[in-house]
């Protein structure tokens, strides 16, 4: 019941969303911007941030700004355009947990335990794949599969908490990795044998 409250607000965020950014959706489709370019510039971004944040934190610090921003265009843009796809969808995807990935491992700069940063990028990863396999397998797909997860919240916490640690100087690195590995394990727990049960069936 929970995952549907969240899939209905995911959908209902991406309609507010393409309202408020409507006009610079319009501007990117006018400039000839593609979405795709938009997620690899994230890419990009969140790549330059991992390697910078050892020598210059405030400077890497801007190019996961970066991210976050421009996360807000390239779903609306393909919208827009009419070219959504689940290609396009995958790299999405893929780049937000990669940039919360990379994030995550900067935790360890800062006292947080190197086994429970990997732990949650292990458990976000698996969630992850199996919320998407199982909302999707059934789903036609103009490619490999449909990966739209719609879960969010597992990447929220840790997203918070690192914003609060370098704006306002309030540690809740540790506490925020914690709760989002316990919470992403029942999630991966939950549709690993979701799936199995519906394949039994």
């Not at 370019?37 to 330059?48: G, Q, Y």
């Not at 100087?169 to 394990?185: C, P, Q, Y």
Request: charged fraction near 15%; proline fraction near 3%.
């Amino acid at each position: 019941m929970f995952d549907n409250v969240m899939d209905k607000f995911e959908v209902w965020h991406r309609r507010v969303r393409a309202g408020m950014f409507r006009p610079f959706v319009v501007a990117l489709a006018s400039a000839g911007v593609s979405p795709n370019a938009i997620t690899c510039f994230r890419f990009v971004s969140a790549l330059l941030f991992f390697v910078l944040f050892n020598y210059s934190r405030y400077v890497s610090l801007i190019f996961f700004v970066f991210v976050i921003i421009s996360d807000a265009f390239d779903g609306p843009l393909a919208r827009h355009l009419k070219i959504s796809s689940d290609r396009g969808r995958f790299l999405d995807l893929s780049t937000d947990i990669f940039s919360v990935s990379l994030m995550a491992v900067t935790f360890s700069y800062f006292g947080v335990s190197s086994f429970l940063v990997s732990l949650f990028i292990l458990v976000l990863c698996f969630a992850y794949l199996f919320a998407a396999v199982y909302k999707n397998e059934r789903k036609a797909s103009d490619w490999l599969m449909a990966p739209r997860a719609r879960i969010p919240y597992l990447q929220l916490l840790p997203l918070l908490a690192f914003g609060l640690f370098h704006i306002f100087g309030i540690n809740l690195l540790e506490e925020s990795l914690v709760v989002s590995t316990a919470v992403g394990f029942v999630v991966l727990v939950l549709f690993y044998f979701a799936i199995v049960l519906r394949r039994v069936k």
